[in-house]
């Protein structure tokens, strides 16, 4: 076996997996070794800076818990989910464009009704949101699932405070009717910050960003046959659309929530009159 040197490092390193019994394994090694290996010369890193990394990786696994996963933080404010999601879930312009499922879909959403709210505590600008679920071809899917949740008026989900917010406040689950299309009741959700008090918190503001991502409405939407997308509803007007803390936008995913100043349709929706309104159709690939 060939000596460890500068120069020929990444080889002597990666010829050492060359006995893996999984190939795909070993493909993904050797890549890594070789890409860390060259960042490594790059740079040209020193004693301390290596240390400094090993304490930072070592703080971000201490800050991880059963309700936080500071690791999942370090990769998407390094862009590494999006780009993992985007790659996996290629649409070929056919489908409804996929997006981080982000910290906080912790609790099974509960089954409600179509037309159902899932503001429980009545806080913030009402709104409707209404849709379709449809196949490649826009042919309606009777009975997709359309799994929702949100932060609430101030930013935070239900889990960030339980004994605040009712629990399983602004989640639910609902089935699409024989023409595959949902509508439900909710608020507008705020923009709100990630969490920025740990590890993660300290590198973005060693590099000037911010920690804030835009509103947005969470989707998980499944149906036999297909497969599901995880997705998100951004609110057009909202702040961050285009510096997202964690790369999430993307530009088919934002609309318009305009308000509807109509008291028969805010009757017949079962919300105060006005409201805000949004329509959005998830369009899903064949398995």
């Not at 299309?181 to 911010?210: K, Q, S």
Request: glycine share 8%.
């Amino acid at each position: 076996m060939e000596l460890f040197s500068e120069r020929r490092s990444a080889d002597v390193v990666a010829a050492s997996f060359a006995a893996t019994p999984d190939p795909r394994l070993r493909d993904v090694l050797t890549a890594l070794v070789r890409h860390l290996h060259a960042f490594v010369k790059e740079v040209e890193l020193t004693e301390e800076e290596w240390s400094a990394a090993i304490g930072f990786l070592t703080r971000t696994g201490q800050q991880c818990d059963d309700v936080r996963q500071e690791f999942v933080l370090l990769s998407d404010v390094l862009g590494v989910s999006m780009l993992v999601e985007t790659i996996n879930h290629r649409t070929g312009g056919a489908s409804t464009e996929s997006t981080v499922l982000g910290p906080f879909h912790m609790v099974e959403s509960p089954p409600r009704e179509l037309g159902d709210t899932i503001a429980l505590d009545g806080k913030g600008e009402p709104c409707l949101i209404t849709g379709q679920v449809t196949g490649p071809g826009g042919e309606p899917l009777p009975g997709a699932q359309v799994d929702v949740w949100q932060a609430n008026a101030d930013g935070f989900y239900d889990v960030q405070q339980p004994g605040v917010q009712p629990e399983l406040n602004l989640r639910g689950l609902f089935t699409a009717d024989e023409d595959g299309r949902f509508w439900f009741r909710t608020i507008v959700p705020r923009y709100y910050p990630i969490p920025d008090d740990g590890p993660v918190g300290e590198l973005l503001a060693a590099t000037g960003r911010h920690p804030n991502r835009p509103a947005h409405v969470h989707f998980i939407v499944t149906a036999p046959g297909h497969r599901p997308v995880t997705t998100h509803l951004f609110v057009d007007d909202s702040p961050y659309l285009d510096s997202d803390a964690v790369f999430g936008v993307k530009e088919s995913l934002v609309r318009s929530f305009p308000v509807v100043d109509d008291a028969r349709r805010a009757a017949e929706a079962g919300l105060p009159n006005p409201f805000r309104t949004v329509h959005f159709d998830v369009a899903l690939l064949r398995e």
